[in-house]
Nanobody, 124 residues
Framework: QVQLVESGGGLVQAGGSLRLSCAAS????????TAWFRQAPGKEREFVAG????????TYTDSVKGRFTISRDNAKTTLFLQMNSLKPEDTAVYYC?????????????????WGQGTQVTVSS
């Protein structure tokens, strides 16, 4: 049974940092492209950042470029999102996702497995 479990969310002031983790189990993690998505209240879920299977290729939505860094540790089957210079508009539930894919995917329809989400709240 595939499980993705996020952690690391919380309440932080604007300008602060958080590091999200997503622990994977029941899956050959190194075969999956992985990503972070987020959903703010009243909005659709959106792509935040993605990384390919070997961790060498990444992509980000424009609003987080230069502030967020996605990475993965295949040996520990864990995905990370380092978030710096946080803004109130980053407030959302953050989800990790995994896709059986050779390439990075930005479309959520490509993702086979999802975590339960972790809340990130940035106060002004």
């Amino acid at each position: 049974q595939v499980q993705l479990v996020e952690s690391g969310g919380g309440l932080v002031q604007a300008g602060g940092s958080l590091r999200l983790s997503c622990a994977a189990s029941g899956v050959m993690f190194s075969l999956y492209a992985t990503a972070w998505f987020r959903q703010a209240p009243g909005k659709e879920r959106e792509f935040v950042a993605g990384v390919n299977r070997d961790g060498r290729s990444t992509t980000y939505t424009d609003s987080v470029k230069g502030r967020f860094t996605i990475s993965r540790d295949n040996a520990k089957t864990t995905l990370f999102l380092q978030m710096n210079s946080l803004k109130p508009e980053d407030t959302a539930v953050y989800y990790c996702a995994a896709a059986i894919s050779l390439r990075l995917q930005v479309d959520e329809k490509a993702y086979n497995y999802w975590g339960q989400g972790t809340q990130v709240t940035v106060s002004s």
